[in-house]
């Protein structure tokens, strides 16, 4: 007979087409119903809470009373809640944030009872291959998803163990058609049996045992009062089997009795039974850069910093960034970063990503000023101190700010050793925006921030402090770097790179390394968008216009460390799909460029500006590498993955019936990259994550910089043809009109071990030489520390330098730090690394910050990591 497992369920979307506000109250009232449910029928044994535990966060918001009401239903396993804090997006944001989703959900499990140990994830838009891994790390072994699957991943079935290379793998239950199925089931017989055959045939079909699940649950769906009755007459329409109220463990625990079940590895993106959109990664552009942004500054710049302060003696603040990772997790779930949200939701996300950067910047500044203001102040006041949050020395230029009413000064070291420098831009500040103080005491006389550079080497995961002193030697504060301005091509020069910039913009860059130029490098590209969120789709018949016949106007600001690089050009492209449609050109699109080169680095980085006034298209960015290429290299989780540049199901969608085209539209965490035998290059990225491969012969990197739409949802799109995903509703912010900036760099590498480690490259590109500039004034006042702290400092080193460092942060769980590794090279290695104080305990642990291993017995921590492996080391003083 087979088995009908009946769980109960809602999916929560805490905002999507409607407010988080709105579902909020709606939540106040379904948790009153579900927990009577559950409190006054014996026979209700189960409800899923949808395995996020930010929900209990926004319902005890509103209820606080009822936390005990909710601790005894979870302590009774009733009421089943976790394991995440958010239903994440596996595609579009960084590893640290999943992994954190996870942290910080089971952490909030802990009040109440035991989370539910299964990578619930019913309704993500694709599945990552790192997802096993992640989901090991948290001792989770079980996984249930819904999209992204099709028989040409190597099974037809819908139970299967996922795994990648490493053998990490979880046994998977599929939703072939999804968490809804058993939503707001019909009491009448015929509509019932109508309804529930047509499931049947296909849950059949796919199962491996006697054992199928129906959800009984929908997007925001109250709790279904009358289920026993519809469980009775399902009984009598199906005497041949078994249905009962039942939870996802039971599913498994008969699923772990198979043997022989299917293996799969890898990700999960296709879109034949389910959509996946590929194309989302792009949809509001400003909300993705942002999420970027803030994720790189949490991991690379503000947790190490605290690390190092807290090494010191300072208090390392767990609960202040536990609020930043959850405002931005709240943007996490797959509807909210995806952006495929009404306009009122995405001024919302946007806030909080606001608030969240307002909070990481202050806390920031917060640790910078307290390490340096407990520095031995007999020597100098005024300081400026770089800090170097990687785990190896770094000889890099250092670009920072001075604030003083010195008009002639010298930085010195602890040591009395001067150092050279070069001022690049002065600036009057008032007074009162230093200290109102200042100026309560009618002192009006201005200060001046002085942009400096200087090039030195920054200790490992420390800093290196400079002290300010007037000096009668120094150059004027008017002697900053000459300004040279070209109107036609012009040429800049470093120890890697020829750079010639062509009267369109464009740029021909000489890889000195590999002795190969590569032309017409940041050709911009415009077409039409006449999808939705969700997809990005063009016109049939759409024409598209490049910036190859532009005037621009250049201007180079050479320096003695660096040159910056300005180029201004105005597009001319059509202001909607009517104008394209009838090949009018009637819009003009502003762009700026600026580059900034360094003489001794490979890295271009480079910010644009676009002024976007058009409406319903896509704008890209072109990097040619002459590389004839069958698959791309990006970085995934962790690690980095390999896809081909053509999906093959290209030729077959159409007659296979697909929802949705498959084109090789992929996401990338922080750098994709074309290579050969010899050479590479890469884009490195704190803004966009979408790229596609294109030309004859797949040789070009093509970036999406921003896509313009009006609507949520659309039908018949030419890429996604038939009903319109989420709804028709007008979105008229998403058409993106205003000013759209962008971070992005450029790497052109020889493909050998010095130069092809990208996930490091990219981690450096990530984590800048940050500084801070000590004065005698602060319009905020603290109290002295009772220590004093070197004016130089190093944590730790890393040995090697061939592994990547992924996150320094204080325990969750103990009072010691966990540093993260992953190896994102070719091949197996070994990470080594010495912390430069004396250690109390040492040990690896799982993701969870559990104990996994026995410790290590001095300062030197070595260990291997395979390919596309993290691994986990507690350190405590």
């Known amino acids: 007979m087979k088995k009908v497992h009946v769980v109960p369920h809602m999916h929560w979307d805490r905002e999507w087409y409607f407010t988080t506000e709105e579902s909020r109250i709606l939540l106040v ?72 989703n996870l942290l910080y959900g089971m952490k909030d499990c802990e009040e109440f009872g035991e989370p539910m140990r299964i990578g619930y994830l019913p309704d993500s838009f694709g599945q990552s291959a790192r997802m096993p891994q992640i989901l090991n790390g948290f001792d989770i072994h079980y996984s249930i998803f819904w999209r ?24 998977t239950q599929l939703f072939p058609l999804g968490y809804a199925i058993g939503k707001y089931l019909p009491l009448e017989k015929e509509a019932l049996k109508g309804r529930i055959d047509k499931y049947f045939s296909i849950l059949d079909k796919g199962a491996t045992t006697e054992n199928i699940i129906l ?77 970027v942004r803030i994720e790189n500054k949490i991991t690379n710049i503000l947790e190490p910093l605290a690390s190092i302060a807290y090494s010191l003696g300072f208090e390392y603040h767990s609960g202040l960034i536990e609020l930043i990772w959850k405002e931005i997790m709240k943007n996490h779930a797959h509807d909210s970063i995806g952006c495929c949200c009404s306009d009122k939701v995405h001024k919302q996300i946007m806030a909080r990503f606001e608030l969240a950067e307002d909070k990481v910047d202050n806390l920031i500044n917060f640790y910078k000023r307290i390490i340096v203001d407990a520095m031995d102040k007999d020597i100098a006041l005024d300081k400026l101190t770089a800090f170097n949050l990687l785990p190896y020395e770094r000889e890099e230029v250092i670009r920072g700010e001075i604030v003083t009413k010195f008009k002639n000064f010298k930085l010195v070291d602890e ?16 007074a009162g925006l230093i200290d109102r103080q200042i100026v309560h005491y009618e002192n009006y006389d201005p200060f001046i921030r002085y942009t400096v550079e200087l090039k030195d080497v920054i200790p490992s995961m420390g ?18 770097s000459e300004v040279s301005e070209v109107s036609e091509v012009s040429k800049v020069e470093t120890e890697f790179y020829d750079i010639n910039i062509n009267e369109n913009g464009t740029l021909n860059i000489k890889d000195k390394k590999n002795n190969i130029e590569y032309k017409n490098v940041m050709l911009l590209e415009d077409g039409s968008d006449d999808g939705d969120e969700y997809d990005f789709s063009p016109l049939e018949y ?6 190859d016949n532009v005037k621009c106007k250049s201007i180079i600001k050479k320096n003695t460390l660096s040159t910056e690089i300005t180029i201004k050009y105005i597009m001319d492209i059509p202001k909607d799909l009517d104008s394209r449609k009838a090949k009018v050109i009637d819009c003009k699109m502003p762009v700026e460029i600026n580059l900034t080169l360094h003489e001794s680095n490979p890295i271009i980085d480079v910010n644009m500006s676009i002024m976007n006034l058009a409406k319903d298209h896509r704008v890209r960015v072109y990097i040619p590498t002459g590389i004839a290429s069958k698959v791309s290299l990006s970085d995934n989780q962790f690690g980095t993955i390999e896809r081909a540049v053509r999906d093959s199901a290209m030729d077959v969608w159409e007659c296979e019936g697909w929802d949705e085209r498959p084109d090789s539209i992929y996401p990338m965490m922080s750098f994709v ?50 009903r319109p995903s989420g709804i028709k509703l007008e979105t008229p912010d998403s058409q993106m009109i205003g000013e ?65 460092l992924s996150a320094l942060k204080k325990s969750e769980k103990n009072s010691g730090l966990i540093v993260r590794f992953f190896n994102g090279t070719e091949e197996n290695k070994k990470v080594s690394f010495r912390v430069n104080k004396n250690i109390k305990d040492c040990y690896i642990t799982n993701l969870n910050e559990k104990r996994t291993k026995n410790s290590f017995y001095d300062n030197k921590i070595e260990l291997d990591i395979n390919k596309n492996v993290v691994k986990n080391v507690y350190i405590e003083f």
């Not at 279904?224 to 009775?232: A, C, D, G, L, M």
């Not at 800093?463 to 900053?480: D, P």
């Not at 074309?674 to 070009?700: A, H, P």
């Not at 801070?772 to 330098?801: C, G, I, Q, R, W």
């Open 29 to 100: 009232n379904n948790m009153e119903e579900i927990m009577i449910m559950l409190e006054e029928n014996d026979d209700y044994p189960y409800y899923i809470l949808d395995g996020q535990t930010a929900i209990l966060e926004d319902y005890f918001a509103v209820k606080p009373e009822n936390k005990e009401r909710v601790k005894a239903l979870v302590q009774k396993g009733k009421l089943i809640i976790g394991p995440w804090y958010t239903q994440t997006d596996e595609m579009v944001v960084g590893g640290e944030s999943i992994v954190r």
């Open 148 to 171: 992204g699957i099709s028989e040409r991943v190597g099974t037809g079935k819908t139970e299967f163990y996922w795994k990648d290379k490493n053998e990490f793998k979880v046994l």
């Open 215 to 291: 959800p009984n649950g929908h997007d925001q769906m109250p709790v279904q009062k009358n289920i026993f009755e519809v469980i009775k007459k399902l009984k009598e329409i199906y005497p041949e089997r078994e249905f009962f109220l039942s939870n996802y463990e039971n599913v498994f625990k008969e699923l772990e009795k198979q043997e022989n079940l299917d293996v799969l590895e890898g990700e999960f993106l296709d879109g034949k039974y389910m959509r996946v959109h590929r194309s989302i990664f792009s949809t509001r552009m400003d909300i993705k850069a942002a999420n």
């Open 415 to 430: 040591n009395e050793i001067e150092k050279e420098f070069e001022i690049l831009k002065t600036e009057i500040v008032d």
């Open 463 to 480: 800093y290196k402090t400079y002290l300010i002193k007037e000096s009668v030697n120094n150059r004027e504060s008017s002697e900053v």
């Open 542 to 547: 759409d024409f598209l216009i490049y910036s």
């Open 673 to 722: 990259a074309l290579r050969d035998e010899s050479k590479g290059v890469s884009i490195l990225t704190n803004s966009t994550r979408e790229f596609e491969v294109i030309g004859q012969v797949y040789d070009t990197m093509a970036i999406t910089l921003f896509r313009s739409v009006g609507l949520l949802g659309k039908e018949e799109l030419f890429r996604r043809p038939g």
């Open 740 to 804: 759209i900036k962008l971070n992005f760099a450029l790497y052109y590498f020889k493909n050998d071990d010095s130069m092809n480690n990208l996930t490091k490259v990219a981690k450096e590109y990530l984590t800048p030489i940050i500084s801070y500039n000590k004065m005698p004034h602060n319009a905020m006042k603290l109290n002295e520390a009772d220590f004093v702290t070197p004016y130089k400092y190093s944590l730790l080193k890393e040995k090697n330098n061939q592994i990547t």
